[in-house]
């Protein structure tokens, strides 16, 4: 028996007060019609119609199983109405962890024109560098860097692949002289990120080589907005995606060094708990940030 039906033909044929009209009205046979009622009866271990054979009335279990059944199929219709309208229109509150950078950098003078095109979507977007955990906080999505993913349980749509540039303020490279090759960085000032895949070991990539330079370092700080002022303020080198001194690199700010040497690169993702029954607000962010990030053309 298949219950929602059943619940159907039994208001029907109640509401019709014929078992022939409710079958014409749901596309049932009379037959058929008899058969779901006989089973719901069963199911329930109570008579549902008294029956003549002129007449099929409700009853007093009857009556009192229908004001139920009627108030549990409109609610499941209303259900219905409101789920096709969240389909059609994103709506309700979207909670997003981000990057401070990464946000900063090439979602933040974007949100508002997000937000224009779905004036029924409200966003909570909490920017931290910590790798949160999206189900027990409670998060609709997260934007993460990472060298690879660890947890396999999440959805994650590649966002953009950010390269990593060795750089330094001129005013320190005049001062302590630039490095030669990966290991030099021993003897050198390093600003280390410290939520970063790579924090503790930097590896460099040159004509099949291979070097991995142990980062020692007196600035250890879980922000690469902070690592980016301390290079600026001539403190030392620090290993950072590419992007975010790109301005630093053009106006001299800051000068990349070992650029004959490949090193890391670190992949953007979006990450969320399921990709079944995508909820229409998770649907249009995640078009927002591929708009986004296909325009900056990392």
């Excluded at 930097?202 to 700080?221: L, P």
């Excluded at 962010?285 to 296909?294: D, M, S, Y």
Aim: charged share 25%; aromatic share 6%; proline share 4%.
């Amino acid at each position: 028996m298949d219950l929602h039906i059943a619940l159907r033909v039994f208001r029907e044929a109640a509401e019709q007060d014929s078992f022939a009209e409710a079958g014409r009205r749901i596309g049932l046979s009379p037959a058929a019609v008899s058969k779901n009622i006989a089973e719901l009866e069963a199911h329930l271990g109570t008579r549902l119609f008294h029956r003549t054979t002129r007449s099929k009335t409700l009853t007093e279990e009857g009556r009192i199983y229908l004001e139920h059944v009627a108030r549990s199929l409109d609610a499941l219709a209303d259900a219905d109405e409101a789920l096709g309208l969240a389909r059609a229109d994103p709506g309700g509150v979207l909670r997003v962890s981000a990057p401070v950078t990464v946000t900063m950098t090439w979602l933040s003078t974007r949100i508002p024109d997000f937000l224009a095109r779905h004036p029924g979507l409200h966003l909570d977007l909490r920017l931290d560098d910590r790798r949160v955990d999206l189900v027990r906080e409670g998060y609709d999505l997260a934007i993460r860097g990472s060298d690879h993913l660890e947890d396999t349980s999440l959805v994650a749509r590649r966002l953009a692949e950010m390269p990593h540039v060795l750089c330094a303020a001129p005013a320190y490279l005049r001062s302590r002289g630039a490095p030669a090759s990966p290991a030099a960085l021993k003897t050198h000032e390093c600003v280390r990120f410290s939520l970063s895949g790579h924090a503790d070991t930097w590896t460099f990539r040159k004509d099949g080589r291979i070097e991995r330079v142990t980062v020692q370092s007196r600035y250890s700080v879980s922000s690469s907005l902070a690592v980016c002022d301390a290079l600026r303020a001539g403190f030392g080198l620090s290993l950072v995606p590419r992007p975010y001194v790109e301005r630093d690199l053009r106006e001299s700010r800051l000068q990349a060094v070992l650029e004959d040497w490949s090193t890391v690169t670190t992949t953007l993702y979006a990450v969320y708990p399921s990709r079944r029954h995508l909820a229409p607000k998770i649907r249009a962010f995640l078009e927002f940030l591929a708009e986004t990030f296909e325009a900056t053309k990392i």
